[in-house]
């Protein structure tokens, strides 16, 4: 599993020496991973000259598309300005399929449901979901779209592009967090998913974004077109 899209695999890189190493991955949660930390030790108390070798084979995982459920309506935001997080997964896909016409616009992603009449204009202006000086915000309602012009919202067209995934963590921590504090502060009683929508144009083919777990780890996350 390479979610990154890292040259070569790569997970970690160290100096010649082997005392200097800088690590991505968490080696506390596999078994293996433990070697680094023995290393580490004996470095300190025998005065090893290099880390212990690890070699793990690469793990492979299927990932399919989940069934979404249904949502009273859905939030988008997206930022006004250079979105970075979106720039470098746009780089990564166009280097890893070849194909320099992909497109991609990210937003954070609420589904929301509960009672939900008459509730879209105080999502807009309560200030917990997005900021109007660097944030637009969209909410689809059925086939219905609006977004904000300053905390007033207006008819629009879907911001969306040719194919859509949404990418969700399975154990929503955020989403729970936030249902607790709209009914705490704003009195809403709402259920709330959270998530990050990407939304693609361009030549891609579904199959291989599946493949590359470059928009979730299939470990602790799903993804739904």
Same mark, same amino acid.
């Given at each position: ?10 997970? @970690? ?9 800088? *690590? ?36 492979? *995982?299927?990932?399919?598309? =989940? ?7 859905? &939030? ?14 746009? @780089? ?22 509960? +009672? ?20 637009? &915000? ?22 969306? =592009? ?54 979730? +780890?299939?470990?602790?996350?799903? &993804?739904? =077109?």
């Amino acid at each position: 599993i390479n979610p990154n899209g890292s040259r070569g695999n790569l997970a @970690a890189v160290c100096n010649p020496k082997g005392n200097v190493m800088a *690590m991505m991955p968490h080696p506390e949660r596999i078994e293996n991973g433990q070697k680094i930390f023995e290393s580490l030790h004996a470095f300190f108390e025998k005065g090893c000259s290099r880390p212990t070798s690890i070699t793990t084979p690469p793990e492979t *995982m299927e990932t399919n598309f =989940q069934k979404k459920e249904s949502f009273n309506f859905e &939030l988008l935001i997206a930022l006004k300005i250079t979105d970075t997080t979106e720039k470098t997964i746009q @780089a990564t896909a166009r280097r890893l399929f070849g194909k320099e016409n992909i497109v991609l616009q990210r937003y954070i992603w609420w589904g929301i449901s509960g +009672n939900t009449s008459d509730v879209m204009e105080k999502i807009a202006s309560c200030g917990e979901f997005f900021n109007e000086n660097k944030e637009i &915000l969209h909410i689809r309602k059925g086939e219905k779209w609006e977004k904000n012009e300053g905390k007033t919202l207006v008819q629009a067209k879907s911001p969306l =592009q040719d194919f859509n995934i949404i990418a969700r963590e399975n154990d929503d921590v955020l989403g729970e967090e936030k249902s607790l504090l709209l009914k705490k502060h704003h009195h809403l009683d709402l259920s709330l998913s959270s998530g990050v929508l990407w939304s693609f144009s361009g030549d891609i083919d579904q199959k291989e974004i599946l493949k590359s777990h470059l928009l979730g +780890n299939p470990i602790t996350s799903g &993804l739904y =077109q």
